[in-house]
């Protein structure tokens, strides 16, 4: 399972009440009342009939990736969908395969790329720019202490940052400890 950080980001952006607990995430009646889904299964199926109350949007969201593809698309088969589902309602912009080219006071100069279209360049006017960049694995000692003869084994992001999540650094470690 692999969460994008720029997905949880916009999550709690769009949030119109991100530090209550009576958001959809915590709270099972406004998860049902959110997602259109009778409790007491009055309604055919429990949905037949049933409109959602999906809450307005705290603010106008674009997710910018620069790797091509679905965005979410390495999201875990039993969950991605309602993360994509949920991004989708809050009207979430979201751009894949696209580069930055400048930020100033006025917004964000993007260029996106794809077969059909070629290059296509846009300015969104926005407020805030928050970057949730990549990362590059960080491994400054491995070799230093290989050399005084110390067995070593990197793990989590000193191994590889590629899609790097906590669960994945932490399934490492253990299994890390289960061999030795």
């Not at 980001?9 to 769009?14: D, H, I, Q, R």
């Not at 491995?142 to 999540?165: F, H, N, P």
């Amino acid at each position: 399972y692999q969460r994008r950080v720029h997905g949880d980001v916009a999550e709690y952006l769009v949030d119109p009440h991100p530090e209550s607990n009576k958001k959809a995430s915590l709270d099972v009646n406004a998860y049902l009342k959110e997602w259109g889904i009778d409790y007491d299964i009055k309604a055919r199926g429990g949905v037949e009939g049933v409109k959602a109350e999906i809450p307005k949007p705290a603010r106008t969201v674009y997710v910018i990736e620069m790797q091509k593809g679905p965005l979410g698309k390495n999201l875990g088969p039993t969950t991605g969908w309602i993360h994509r589902a949920s991004l989708k309602r809050a009207n979430v912009q979201m751009f894949a395969g696209t580069a930055t080219e400048y930020i100033d006071d006025k917004g964000i100069s993007i260029c996106t790329s794809s077969k059909e279209k070629g290059e296509v360049k846009q300015f969104l006017e926005v407020d805030n720019v928050i970057i949730c960049a990549g990362q590059k694995p960080l491994d400054e000692f491995s070799e230093t202490l290989q050399k005084e003869g110390i067995k070593v084994m990197a793990i989590g992001g000193a191994k590889t940052a590629k899609e790097m999540d906590g669960k994945a650094a932490i399934r490492m470690a253990a299994e890390l400890a289960s061999s030795l």
